[in-house]
């Protein structure tokens, strides 16, 4: 998935919170400039900043092969 900063993630569980329901856990496999990072950094993307606004929100799927991306190097 894309999200709204730019980095790439993959989907890595169902988040624990109650008010995280809609908003699982991810697992960002590139940053912004497409830098790939391995392992990868696990995000909770019901996160809120200051202001309350979530840090990270899918924008668009992605096909992981279209971007070199095999997922089971992230999930040993």
């Not at 989907?11 to 624990?16: E, F």
Request: no cysteine; glycine share 10%.
């Amino acid at each position: 998935m894309l999200l709204d900063t730019g980095e790439l993630a993959i989907v890595h569980s169902a988040n624990p919170k109650p008010e995280g329901r809609s908003r699982p856990l991810a697992l960002i496999v590139s940053d912004d400039l497409g830098n790939r990072t391995i392992p990868g950094a696990l995000v909770d993307r019901a996160d809120r900043d200051a202001a309350g606004t979530v840090r990270r929100t899918i924008i668009q799927t992605a096909d992981p092969d279209h971007y070199g991306v095999r997922v089971g190097d992230y999930f040993l």
